[in-house]
């Protein structure tokens, strides 16, 4: 189970509190488990985050499950696919 930054029982320090940051806390997450590949399941905001940690990180995906997403950034994401296939870096929205 993830809490981003400042939600649930995790710490705020006033910064990171943004997509891109909770995306590769994602990826620490599981590289700090040791796990090569794995299943991101997201419930609301974490299904969108899910999805969006899904493009940018395919290499580090076994499946993804999502529930009750906003939708909100699938239609950002639908545009600009085709950039994270092609490029590499920071997811920046």
Excluded at 15 to 30: K, M, P, Q, T, W
Excluded at 37 to 52: F, N, P, R, Y
Aim: hydrophobic share 35%; charged share 15%.
């Amino acid at each position: 189970m993830f809490d981003p930054k400042g939600c649930g029982r995790s710490s705020y320090y006033g910064n990171g509190y943004d997509i891109d940051s909770a995306l590769h806390d994602l990826e620490r997450i599981r590289e700090e488990y040791g796990y090569t590949k794995w299943i991101v399941i997201g419930h609301s905001w974490g299904a969108d985050l899910g999805l969006a940690y899904s493009m940018l990180f395919p290499q580090s995906m076994l499946g993804y499950v999502s529930t009750s997403g906003s939708g909100r950034l699938s239609n950002i994401f639908f545009r600009i696919s085709f950039v994270f296939f092609r490029t590499s870096g920071s997811l920046n929205v």
